[in-house]
């Protein structure tokens, strides 16, 4: 099986690190033009010249109108809607309205914002593909994490409702469960989890691994790979899935180790 993405055009957003960076890299390989934003311009200086950078807030629909009005130009096949905040870790009672809302505007809104920009072009040309990047949050419940939770099943709702709008245009919607992916927003969760809960780090971090199955961590690489089939023409029929990467997560929030149960 030989992937190739030659010709193809493709919109990361939040293409500066982590799974975003690992996608435009994973993309720019197999030869698709990729198009990518971010709020930090040090993280995007570091990807390829040839890969058209823009410095956006997602959360705001003028900026994604701007920066879209011009990748639109010459036409998009993939929609990558990777952008996203942890959120607050606290009691829902200890959330503000502040942290609350700019959760959900990063996390959902900013999805409902690159998909209007491209959904029109794609019914014209009867073909496109939006990628939504999910959570375990999105299909599990997750304490003190309540904005990211409701935000990320919001993007549940919406990958299974597009796929179903749209699939008569021949407009292919999935959604990914990244699970534990290693790298520094992890590290800040855990890091956040661990002072919430009085806990050490290390013991957060092996709290998430027996959360699934294989107890496992997973590498942003992994989701590009994932992401990259599900673009190409091996996946020119796989469409409303809600796909997990990540070992199979049982749940977000192990109370305890297993020896201490």
Known sequence: MKVSLEGKRAFVSAGGAGMGRATCLAMHKLGAKVYTCDINEEVLDTLPDDITKYICDVSDPDEVDRIMSEVMTDGLDFLVNNAGIAGPTAPIEDVTVDQWRQTMAVCIDSQFFFTKNVVPHFKEKKQGTIINLVSA?????????????????????????????????????????????????????????????????????????????????????????????????????????????????????????????
């Open 137 to 261: 949050a999105g299909i599990l419940g997750f304490p003190n994490r309540s904005p990211y939770v409701a935000a990320k099943w919001a993007v549940t709702g919406l990958v299974k409702t597009l796929a179903m709008e749209l699939g008569p245009d021949n407009i292919r919607v999935n959604g990914i469960v990244p699970g534990n992916v290693n790298g520094e927003r992890m590290d800040n969760v855990i890091s956040a989890h661990a002072k919430g809960e009085g806990l050490s780090e290390d013991y957060v971090r092996d709290l998430y691994a027996i959360g699934t199955s294989m107890q496992c961590y997973v590498d942003p690489e992994e989701i590009a790979d994932l992401i990259v089939f599900l673009c190409s023409d091996y996946g020119k029929h796989i469409s409303g899935q809600i796909i997990g990467v990540d070992g199979n997560t049982e749940t977000l929030f192990p109370r305890m180790m297993e020896e201490e149960q």
